[in-house]
Structures are given as structure tokens and as C-alpha cells.
């Protein structure tokens, strides 16, 4: 009996052990943060975008679907988790709604013309991933005005929407020169630029990316200059809930895979030749053979692949949304990659 007893926790023991080892060889499933298993088990990307839209980097066609710069960035933030960039729903927000959401969680992510700054990232308790546009504020004015110079607005009206970077700015601007002015400022988009078309304003301010973007909706554009002027710095990027360090990685490391592409000159087109390349640093990138790649971060190995496949690099994104075949017609400027001179440049995927 004694000799059964023994016999059986021997392979009670053993059985453990075997257990014990099998699970060893399998790589431990990373435990993902709340509001990426949120994204996960909804299949479906709740991505905060800009409510009137902004020409070039969000706005709805005529098919109901959602396009520009930033919404394809939500797109590739889809694209990584959930390998298909088309499940994502789009959150429409004033500017002055965007704390209330990041900080009640309505959404996962926001990609909205939104600057990181010092008190948002503390106050609004977000994470900010890396700059996706580097921006900075300007002004327009009619081109009748004959104004070719921010002093000598002196005296003037000047149209600016609340709950944004650049109502301070323009005060602080116009204070520090000593220029009078008086500020016109509304709480959505639409209003404050329709009391500048309306004559109500001498001039409108914004990001310049938002001046652009609006210039090409007048019904003249050419009636309007924007001034040369840069009266900020505004890099403008997606920002997450700070409670989900796991999910603000992945965000973080998806634009920078997105730079990281270009860098390579991995394109959606290109990218199933330089699957098969046997180059060490492009397998581990790309997430190929015995590289972890995205399970690191509880999501696909090869979530690079698919990200680019999908969405494209970078400089696709920037130049299918604003580049020079687009109404709009942007240079990269700061937004180059650092080997052309730019502030595009990413950390090591190794
Ligand atoms: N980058 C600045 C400005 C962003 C901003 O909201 N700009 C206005 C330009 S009028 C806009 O896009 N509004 C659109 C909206 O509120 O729907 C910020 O983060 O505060």
C-alpha cells in the first residue's frame, strides 16, 4: 500500500514536472493592458478624429469613409492590433472636448491635429506618442488686405477657436510685441472660420496645417495668404489615456514603425520582396523567422508586414494625404526623415 502511495505521488510529481517543462517551451503569451485587450475583444479601434474636418488630414467622402493624415494613422494603430485596418470608428471632437475623452476613456487613441505640450501631457493625464506632424501656428488674412506681416495687424480682429494651443499663443505672441488686438473666439471650427469669411474677422489663426487645409475650402482660395510668419511650435500627434502603458507602446511603436519603413524604403508595394530578404535587420524588423517581433507586445509577429501592407510607410501616408499630387501640395520640411535633414527618425527595432 505504503509502496502504491509512494509510486503514485512519484508520478503525481512527474506529471507536474512534464507539464511544468511543456509550458516552458511555449513563449509566455505577453499579458496585454486593459484598453488593448479592450480592442481586442470589441475587434474594432475607437480612434478620437477632428469633428468639422480638416482637409487632408480627416474628413468623410463622398462614401461615407473616413480619410486623411491622421485617420490613416488610426489605421495603422488598427492595422498592428487587430490586422486589419479598417476597424476602427472614428470619434468626431471639438478642440475643447479632447481632455474630457481622453480622461473618460470614450476612446482608445486620438489622432487630431493635437500638440503634446508640458501641461496637456501632466493635466489631461495622456500619453503622447511620437510627433507625427511637426506644425507650427500662422496667420491668415485676406489677400486684399495688402497685409504682409503679423505687426501690422496692429488694431485688428483676429478669429481663433477655444480650447486650443493657439488662443495662447496668440495672446502670448501679440503681448510680448506689444501688438493691440482684439481675440474673436468661438468654440468649434466651423463658426470661428465662417466669422472669418464673413468679414467679421481680419484674420484667422491656426496651425498652419489647419490653414492650409481650410485655404482649400474657400470658395476663392486665392483670395487668402497665409503670412510667413511661424508664431509656435506645434507637434501634432496621437495621445492615448495614460492608465494603459502596454497600449501607448504599441501606438508609440507602430508610428515608428511607419518611419522605420520609409528609412528602409519598404513601401506597400515592396513589401513582400524584402519578406524574402535574408538581411538580419530586415527579418527582425519585419518580424520574420525566429524573431519575436510583435509578440513582445502581445500582438502579431509580423504586425510590421501588415501595417505596411495596408496603410503604407510614412512618406506614402504623407504624401497620398499632402503631398505634392494633392491639392495641398506639401514639402516634408521638418517631417523628412533625419537622413534628408528632417525630425522623422526612429529607434532601433532590435
Ligand atoms: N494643434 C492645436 C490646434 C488644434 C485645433 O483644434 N485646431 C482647430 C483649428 S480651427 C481645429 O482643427 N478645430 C476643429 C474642430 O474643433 O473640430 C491644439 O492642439 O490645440
Not at 509566455?28 to 486593459?34: I, W
Request: aromatic residues 10%.
Amino acid at each position: 500500500m505504503l509502496k502504491r502511495v509512494v509510486l503514485l505521488v512519484i508520478l503525481a510529481a512527474l506529471s507536474v514536472g512534464v507539464v511544468g517543462f511543456a509550458a516552458a517551451q511555449d513563449a509566455q503569451p505577453v499579458q496585454v493592458g486593459p484598453i488593448t485587450q479592450r480592442v481586442i475583444d470589441r475587434g474594432e479601434l475607437i480612434c478620437g478624429a477632428n469633428a468639422s474636418g480638416l482637409a487632408g488630414f480627416a474628413t468623410v467622402n463622398d462614401a461615407g469613409e473616413w480619410e486623411g493624415f491622421d485617420v490613416d494613422i488610426c489605421r495603422a494603430i488598427a492595422a498592428a492590433i487587430l490586422g486589419d485596418a479598417t476597424k476602427v470608428s472614428f470619434r468626431p471632437l471639438e478642440a475643447g472636448e479632447r481632455q474630457a475623452a481622453i480622461q473618460s476613456e470614450e476612446i482608445d487613441v486620438m489622432s487630431r491635429n493635437t500638440t503634446w505640450t508640458f501641461s496637456r501631457d501632466a493635466v489631461w493625464g495622456a500619453t503622447f506618442a511620437p510627433t507625427t506632424f511637426y506644425d507650427g501656428q500662422g496667420m491668415m488674412v485676406r489677400a486684399d488686405s495688402g497685409i504682409t506681416t503679423i505687426a501690422e495687424l496692429e488694431g485688428s480682429t483676429v478669429c481663433v477657436q477655444s480650447g486650443t494651443t493657439t488662443e495662447l499663443n496668440l495672446a502670448d505672441f501679440f503681448s510680448q510685441r506689444n501688438i493691440g488686438y482684439e481675440p474673436l473666439v468661438f468654440a468649434d471650427a466651423a463658426a470661428t472660420w465662417e466669422a472669418y469669411i464673413a468679414g467679421s474677422c481680419d484674420a484667422f489663426t491656426t496651425d498652419k496645417s489647419g490653414l492650409i487645409a481650410y485655404k482649400s475650402t474657400a470658395e476663392d482660395p486665392s483670395a487668402h495668404v497665409i503670412l510667413d510668419e511661424t508664431m509656435s511650435k506645434e507637434p501634432l500627434g496621437p495621445l492615448s489615456p495614460q492608465s494603459d502603458p502596454q497600449f501607448a507602446d504599441i501606438v508609440r511603436w507602430t508610428v515608428f514603425a511607419l518611419i522605420q519603413a520609409e528609412e528602409y524604403g519598404i513601401t506597400s508595394a515592396n513589401v513582400d520582396e524584402f519578406i524574402a530578404s535574408e538581411v538580419p535587420e530586415i527579418q527582425r524588423f519585419l518580424g520574420q523567422g525566429d524573431n519575436p517581433g510583435g509578440t513582445l507586445y502581445g500582438i502579431a509577429k509580423d504586425f510590421t508586414v501588415t501595417v505596411i501592407r495596408q496603410v503604407g510607410n510614412y512618406g506614402e501616408i504623407f504624401d497620398r494625404n499632402l503631398g505634392p499630387d494633392t491639392p495641398f501640395g506639401l514639402g516634408r520640411g521638418l517631417n523628412g526623415l533625419w537622413t534628408d535633414g528632417g525630425l522623422m527618425y526612429s529607434p532601433p527595432f532590435r
